[in-house]
Every structure is written in C-alpha cells, then in structure tokens.
C-alpha cells in the first residue's frame, strides 16, 4: 500500500516561491510514475506536473510551465514541487498522486491510483 503525505502550503503573496513536499511511504519514490494536481474552489481538479516512473522525464501543464518544476530525493523518498513566480490564479488546493505502472495519459487523474490529503496554497495580490 502507497501512502502519500503532502505538506508545504500556506500563504505568500504574489511573485513569491513557495515548494510543496510529498512524503512516500510502502513503495520507493522512483519506482512509482508521481503527479501534482490542484484544485480550486468550484473548478474540477487539474493537472499540474507529472515525473515518470522510473526515469527523469517531467511533464506539465500549461499554466504553470516555465515556473514550476517538479522533482524527487530518493534518498528522502519524498516528491517536490517547486513553485516559483506565483500567481493568485495559482490558489488552489495541491495534491499529490502516484500509479505503480507507468502512465501515458499523465494529465489524466483516473491514472493516479493513489493519493495524498491535499495542502492548500493561497497566493494573495
């Protein structure tokens, strides 16, 4: 059984960074194909950022390309987000998800068959 712990969010005011961690726990973090997603309030849940299983090939979505990245510490077994340049359309709450197998439609929630609790991220202007 996967299990994944995010912390990281809180408030900061527009143009600030801010790095969201995902502890892993029953399985190693590179063996797993891992995402952020994000939701806010009254929107559907997006996705953020994906890093493949295995391997270092990182994807994103379009909102946030050029400004977040995405990566992992094997050694700490934890999944980050580094999220730079923040906007208040940035609000939301992130969650982060993982799959066993490797994923082809990343961008795609119903891949993810594990998930964590979700942190909130308030970008204030």
């Known amino acids: 059984q996967v299990q994944l712990v995010e912390s990281g969010g809180g408030l900061v005011q527009v143009g600030r960074s801010l790095r969201l961690s995902c502890v892993v726990s029953?399985?190693?973090?590179?063996?797993?194909?891992m995402g952020w997603f994000r939701q806010a309030p009254g929107l559907e849940r997006e996705f953020v950022a994906h890093?493949?299983?295995?391997?270092?090939?990182?994807y994103y979505g379009d909102p946030v390309k050029g400004r977040f990245t995405i990566s992992r510490d094997n050694a700490k077994n934890t999944l980050y987000l580094q999220m730079n340049s923040l906007k208040p359309e940035d609000t939301a709450v992130y969650y982060c998800?993982?799959?066993?197998?490797?994923?082809?439609?990343?961008?795609?929630?119903?891949?993810?068959?594990?998930w964590g609790q979700g942190t909130q991220v308030t970008v204030s202007s």
């Open positions: 998800a993982a799959d066993l197998a490797w994923i082809a439609n990343y961008y795609a929630e119903y891949n993810y068959d594990y």
């Open positions: 029953g399985r190693t973090v590179n063996s797993l194909a």
């Open positions: 890093i493949a299983r295995n391997d270092n090939s990182t």
